[in-house]
């Protein structure tokens, strides 16, 4: 009989040393050994093996907060502002300029799962390594190009005390956690523009942003989405004043799976302006458009696509991607433990100029099959919803 049914959290390690793993110069996970990570610790226990992964993945949410805190010099926000004693907590984390910055800031917006402040996939992280997983090269080039940041927090919407599921006032959905936090945290902000940069359901969360009012909303002036999984049918309900495809259309490109170049322009039916990230793996689009979002960010000529033709229902509609929970990682380079230095210099891309997708222009069409992520059993499955009707969390379970 397996011992994993009694397992615990209590079991684990509270440290990443604990659990025998440090990241080394090149920001790869590895074991006191420089061997890559292994997902199977005991064999043929499933049970144990996922949680055993889990409790390492809320190791390394802790170690990328001290990244944010110590290599990026962001500040630790409490959400709700003005949480009492002993109230449930999340958090947000922002540059020190975020209410003195009256040029532009830059928001980042995770996908939903287990994924945490300052992270794009867990599975990246321990399997490749921290620029690829996480926000943290994004943080740095938009700070150093003079820019304020704002990371935000939108899956950890609840704490669970004496075996009960209890909501974070202001945060028991992603989206309820971005208004929440555009209008406590955003309206501080003297900055005269805002650039969005979401990832997966991020997208959701800005269209969401898109049809509230007020001018912390109003300064969004662009968005970078990567391989959002967006729908602008299904999410503009009737009643709402504000024309959602108009108001994406004028300010968003959208980088996507496809095996085109990077920048390639891809033919999509929703409106929106589209680019190859050069990728067929979802949860890589983040680091392989990076170069593509802060040149679109820095361009002040970038105009709204011309329409092409009526959007097609189905070919806007995506289906939200998982993101699976191991893959096979790089090869070992380094065991040694010494501080982590992402460079973001790592990441140069040639970017092509960005083309307007009409028809006197020839486009790339999205292969129609894209390749299935490898799957670990249900590693990267959000939390269990909480009992509670009136905010439920949110699923898509891409990163």
């Not at 996507?256 to 929106?272: I, M, Q």
């Amino acid at each position: 009989m397996s011992s994993a049914t009694t397992t615990s959290a209590d079991e684990f390690p509270t440290t990443m040393a604990g659990f025998g793993y440090h990241f080394n110069e090149q920001g790869e996970l590895r074991s006191r050994e420089g061997e890559k990570f292994v997902f199977e610790v005991r064999k043929g226990d499933v049970q144990y093996n996922q949680k055993h992964y889990e409790a390492l993945g809320e190791r390394i949410t802790e170690y990328v907060y001290e990244i944010l805190e110590k290599e990026c010099s962001l500040i630790r926000a409490a959400i709700p502002v003005d949480a009492g004693d002993g109230e449930p907590e999340s958090c947000v984390y922002h540059s020190e300029d975020l209410e003195t910055n009256d040029g532009r800031l830059m928001v980042l917006i995770n996908g939903s799962g287990v994924v945490r402040a300052g992270q794009w996939a867990r599975r990246l992280i321990i399997n490749e390594n921290l620029a690829s997983g996480t926000q943290i090269p994004y943080i740095k080039r938009a700070m150093g190009g003079g820019c304020s940041v704002l990371v935000l927090n939108t899956n950890e919407n609840f704490v669970v005390r004496d075996g009960k599921f209890v909501n974070i006032r202001g945060s028991g959905t992603p989206e309820e956690h971005a208004h929440y936090v555009f209008e406590h945290v955003v309206a501080k902000s003297p900055a005269r523009e805002v650039f969005v940069v979401g990832h997966s359901y991020g997208g959701n969360i800005v269209i969401s942003l898109a049809m509230q009012q007020g001018v912390a909303y109003s300064r969004i002036t662009k968005v970078a989405l990567t391989d959002s999984s967006h729908s602008l049918y299904s999410l503009a309900p009737e009643g709402v004043d504000v024309d959602i495809g108009k108001w994406m259309a004028e300010r968003t490109v959208n980088w996507v799976t496809s095996e085109a170049k990077v920048g390639t322009v891809v033919e999509r039916h929703d409106g929106l302006r589209t680019l190859s990230a050069g990728v067929m793996v979802h949860e890589k689009t983040s680091h392989t458009a990076f170069d593509g979002v802060f040149d679109f960010f820095a361009d002040d000529t970038w105009q709204p696509p011309k329409p092409c033709g009526a959007p097609d229902k189905s070919d806007s509609e995506r289906t939200p991607k998982e993101d699976p929970v191991v893959e096979a990682p790089p090869l070992a380079k380094d065991a040694e433990e010494p501080s982590v230095e992402v460079s973001v210099a790592a990441m140069s891309l040639e970017e092509p100029p960005v083309k307007e997708p009409c028809a006197e222009e020839p486009s790339v069409k999205e292969p129609c099959a894209e390749e299935p992520p490898i799957k670990e059993p249900s590693a990267e499955e959000p939390p269990i919803k909480p009992p509670i009707k009136e905010s439920p969390v949110q699923e898509d379970v891409s990163t």
